[in-house]
């Protein structure tokens, strides 16, 4: 698995990220975390004094000092989205699996390809009015729309994104190679008005004629790394049988104010006190057993590789697991990055600005 490169995290754009509604309600259906605060955590006396201006959440019989939700994964943390704005989807399906095995008690291994394929390259903005220029400024997406598209559609199982990276950058890249030679061919119509019969050649609905519903299924089968006659059956029906395992499952979301690389000027003790409300909110729902996926900016933290403060730089990855330390909480991560999975302080709350946790029928919401 080829290591990751720094600043992948910005391919998640904040733009494409807002246009599918971080930030905003969740789509219907979808509960909004009740507000704690690391207050109703605490038990006087208990446990190690922390740092001035750190927040204090010590350990109680209900409340234990750590917890590890790796085994609810199928899988390893070391996936890698590669140059892909694909995140979203990683995170996505780290949350669904982890609620599947909670559900059913099997690790039921979800493919990240296929889901992104289908609501982003397929249904989402890739592709927004049939220009390829966008297709690589608009992969990221939102992961409670995605957990709602997941739960409406299914997903496939046996699409292997190692294999189908391989091909969507090589159509990718040729898209954008289309779109030059299109757009020579929208100028030369223009400055070659009397010589040029539009009625016979109209070179962007050439282009738009290309993603008709038929054209859309061989592009599934061309990038999915199952190829061959059966590709597409076999999809639809790992489809079907994960959107039957997935009825009445649903998210929980909430949504913060947005500090993008303002964030990197924002001192720890201030951000952990921002962050009160979000981290004790994340807390309950890993000491209850469920996954978070969250959405951070990263702006200027070297240990995700970000160390130009003066960009956005965000990015949706899946907190696993909690430990009480001297200094606070730290948050155990599940990343997309080939292996490369920081801690994430509490002093660094303040950056998350969504997260997503999903229900299963038998868990009740907040």
């Known amino acids: ?68 939700l790796l085994p609810q994964f199928p899988d ?24 599947l095995f909670r559900r059913y008690q099997q690790h039921i291994a979800l493919s990240e390809a296929d889901l992104f394929l289908q609501r982003t390259v397929l249904r989402g903005q890739v592709n927004a009015d049939f220009d390829p220029t966008a297709l690589s400024a608009n992969e990221g997406n939102d992961v409670v729309g ?19 990276v391989k091909r969507y950058t090589a159509f990718r890249d040729t898209a954008k190679q289309d779109s030059q030679y299109v757009d020579r061919m929208v100028a030369q119509e223009n400055a070659l008005q009397k010589f040029f ?23 599934t089968g061309y990038l999915s790394s199952v190829n061959g006659r059966q590709s597409i059956a076999l999809l639809e029906s790992e489809r079907a049988r994960t959107k039957a395992m997935l009825a009445g499952f649903r998210a929980l979301q ?10 990197s000027s924002v ?19 890993l000491k209850a057993g469920r996954p978070v996926a969250v959405s951070m900016s990263l702006s200027g933290l070297p240990e995700w590789d970000q160390t130009d403060a003066s960009r956005d730089a965000n990015h949706a990855f899946t907190l696993v697991g909690y430990a009480l330390t001297q ?23 303040c950056r998350v600005y969504n997260f997503v946790t999903v229900l299963t029928p038998q868990e009740p919401g907040l």
């Not at 605060?37 to 006396?45: A, E, I, N, T, V």
């Not at 997941?150 to 189908?164: L, R």
């Not at 921002?274 to 981290?279: A, Q």
């Open 197 to 219: 019969d539009k009625t016979l050649f109209d070179a962007r609905q050439a282009y738009k004629d290309t993603y008709t519903p038929e054209a859309k299924r061989g592009l």
């Open 76 to 99: 390893a943390s070391d996936h890698n989205q590669v140059n892909v704005g694909s995140c979203h989807a990683f995170s996505t399906i780290s949350v669904l699996e982890a609620a």
């Open 267 to 285: 001192d720890a003790a201030a951000c952990g006190r921002l962050g009160t409300e979000r981290g004790a909110a994340i807390l309950r729902e």
């Open 1 to 68: 698995m080829a290591k990751n490169r720094p600043g992948f995290a910005a391919r998640c754009a904040l733009a494409a990220l807002f246009s599918f509604g971080f930030g905003a309600p969740g789509p219907s259906g979808a509960q909004d975390l009740s507000d704690i605060h690391f207050s109703d955590l605490r038990k006087p006396g208990a446990g190690p004094a922390a740092p001035k201006g750190a927040a204090v959440v010590e350990t109680t019989e209900d409340f234990p000092g750590s917890v590890d």
């Open 327 to 349: 200094k606070g909480v730290s948050f155990h991560t599940r990343n997309s990055w080939g292996g490369k999975n920081p801690d994430v302080p509490d002093s660094q709350l």
């Open 254 to 263: 909430k949504s913060y104010p947005y500090m993008g690389n303002a964030s």
């Open 146 to 164: 995605d957990v709602y598209f997941a739960i409406t559609n299914g997903v496939a199982t046996s699409d292997q994104y190692g294999e189908f």
